[in-house]
C-alpha cells in the first residue's frame, strides 16, 4: 500500500503544488491555469509528463469538472440544481466514491473493490490530507480525483464568499 500527502488549501493563487510521498519525497507537481478560462489543474509525474489533467467547464449554468487520465475522460463532479444545500455528483464508469468526499474522509471503489482511501491527516507536514492507494493501476485517477474535489471545494468557497459581499 502506497501513502500519499496532499496539502490542505492548495489552491494558492500560484495555483502549484506538489504531491508527496511519506519521505515528503515530491511524486506529483500540480500546475493551475492562472486567469485563463477554462481554469485547468494539470497533474505531472517527476518527470514532468501530463498524466492527468481536471478541467472545469466554461460557461455552464451549473459547475462542472472534467477528470481525463492519460488523456482519456475518466469522471465528471458536476452541481446538481438545489435551493437549499450545495449538492455534486460524481459520474464515472465503474468507479464509485463512498463516504463523505466533502469533508475528504472516503474510500474510492472499482467495480465494488477499494482501491484508494482518503482522510484528512492534522498532525503531518502541516494539515494534509493522506491518500491511500491500495491498487497501482488506480493510482493516477486516485490523485486526480482528489485533486478534482478540492479544486470543486474551493470554486463552491469561492462562489460563496463572493455572494455574501
Known sequence: MKQLY???????????????????????????????????????????????????????????????????EVLIIKKEFSFLKAHYTIDAAGIEVLGNWWDMDFEVLRHGDVVGKVSKEWFTWGDSYKVQILDDEMETIIIALVVAIDCVKADQAAASSAATT
Open 6 to 72: 496532499i496539502k490542505q488549501k492548495v489552491f494558492s493563487l500560484s495555483g502549484k503544488f506538489t504531491i508527496k510521498d511519506q519521505q515528503e519525497k515530491d511524486v506529483y507537481y500540480v500546475e493551475g491555469s492562472f486567469m485563463q478560462i477554462p481554469k485547468t489543474f494539470s497533474i505531472m509525474n517527476t518527470s514532468r509528463d501530463e498524466v492527468a489533467l481536471v478541467t472545469k467547464k466554461a460557461f455552464s449554468f451549473l459547475p462542472k469538472f472534467f477528470v481525463e487520465v492519460d488523456g482519456q
